[in-house]
Every structure is written in structure tokens, then in C-alpha cells.
């Protein structure tokens, strides 16, 4: 997967403070399939080599998208960084960081990078810039909060995180229970 060249980025960012150490928070964050367990729109997190940078996944979302993921940086117990697209061209680069508030309480971060023109490439000029601040990227915000969300619900609870328990985002899901 490549990054795609001459194209415009805009940086989404999630934070939550986890009532958790930073030990429990990296040793969820950095498990394989994680997803299925934290991510409000992930039906299915398939894993295709699980190896620190070298790791490898799939997301399939309750809406049938299916995105790849390759990790690009990978430090214990701080975070990690990837790529997340088609098979071709990314349409995100995304970032997460730990930061320990206390010994009892850490933060996390998740930055996303995006690429709308990308994302919305079928779409013409005029039409994918309306679609993009009217549409895509507040969808955006609102997908990076309930995956931060998500991953504090997990943590905190040991429960695993419903379909669209923090709102629905036509992006990602779908509106029926399955």
C-alpha cells in the first residue's frame, strides 16, 4: 500500500483518559484482533502477521468496508503508528500514543491523518469538497471519539463494546442490530 503523493491530509485526533496503568492499556491497545472487542463499528479484525512494525490486519466494519492495516512504528508501551486503505492507496496514516497521567490513570491518543481525496476519489471536485466538510469529516470526529471511547469502555469494564454503542456513523455501520 502506498501513500498517496500530492494530496491533502486532515488531522482528526481522539483522546481519553483511561482509569488504567500504561502496562494494561499497551497490553490491550497492542493485541491482535483487539478491534473486535473495542471498536463500536468493527465486525471482523483479521490478523495477517502479528510481529511489532511487521504487523498486518484487516478491519471489516459492520457496513462492509474492508480496510488493510500495516503498522509503520511500533514502541513499547508508547504507541504505534500505520497505514489504513484499499490494497493500493492509503487513506489514512494513523497514529497512537500513550502518556502516563499517573500510575493509576494514562491517555490515549489516536491521530488520524486522512486522506479525503482518496476516500471520496469517485466523487468530482466540487461535489467531494461539499461531501468532505459537510459529511465525511465530522463523521470522522465522531468515529475517532467512540473508538477512544471504546477502547476506555473495554478497559475500565471488561466488557466488550456493542455495535454502535457510542452512536451510529453511517461511515462504518449500519443502523440494524446485526
Known sequence: MELPKN???????????????????????????????????????????????????TILYYNGIRLNRIFTEWTEK????????NT????????????????IKTKLTIDINVFPDVALQRYNLLLRTIIKYAYFLPYMRHYIQTVCKGFKYYIETNDLVKKNQFGYNPLFSTKANK
Open 7 to 57: 494530496t491533502v491530509s486532515n488531522k482528526i485526533s481522539g483522546v481519553t483518559i483511561i482509569n488504567s496503568d500504561i502496562d494494561c492499556v499497551w497490553n490491550v491497545i497492542s493485541t491482535p484482533s483487539i478491534l473486535e472487542k473495542t471498536h463500536p463499528y468493527c465486525k471482523i479484525n483479521s490478523v495477517h502477521n502479528w510481529d511489532k512494525i511487521n504487523s498486518k490486519d
Open 78 to 85: 508508547k504507541g504505534y503508528s500505520l497505514i489504513i486503505g
Open 88 to 103: 493500493k492507496t492509503a487513506t489514512a496514516i494513523v497514529e497512537w500514543n500513550l502518556e502516563p497521567i499517573n500510575p
